[in-house]
């Protein structure tokens, strides 16, 4: 009983901080007018602005990949040169 009233409790919270509860006082989202604006006058500045948030959603998965591969082929590269250490140190049987 006292697990379901934290769980409840923490999905409450998180619902309220993440706006998915309604506010009496706001029944719409507010928007920045200065960009409604903006962005209403001119044909070809909201093709500029999605490609500039696709942009940036972009950039964290771009860097976080180039550090993954190059990760991954530090650790190959590591590997087979232990490898060929190894290879080096023991000795080869004849029968």
Request: hydrophobic residues 45%.
């Given at each position: 009983m006292k697990?379901l009233l934290r ?7 998180f619902?309220?901080t993440?706006g998915a509860?309604?506010?009496?006082w706001?029944?719409?989202a507010a ?10 006058t001119d ?5 500029a602005y999605?490609?500039?948030i696709?942009?940036?959603l972009?950039?964290p998965a ?5 550090f993954?591969?190059?990760?991954y ?9 232990q490898?060929?250490l190894?290879?080096e ?5 004849t029968?």
């Amino acid at each position: 009983m006292k697990s379901l009233l934290r769980l409840t409790l923490a999905a409450g919270v998180f619902a309220a901080t993440a706006g998915a509860l309604p506010h009496a006082w706001q029944s719409q989202a507010a928007a920045c007018p200065g960009c409604k604006t903006a962005n209403e006058t001119d044909l070809r500045r909201p093709t500029a602005y999605m490609y500039s948030i696709l942009f940036m959603l972009g950039m964290p998965a771009t860097i976080f990949s180039c550090f993954g591969v190059a990760f991954y082929r530090m650790s190959r590269r590591e590997m087979l040169a232990q490898d060929a250490l190894f290879a080096e140190d023991t000795p080869v049987e004849t029968p």
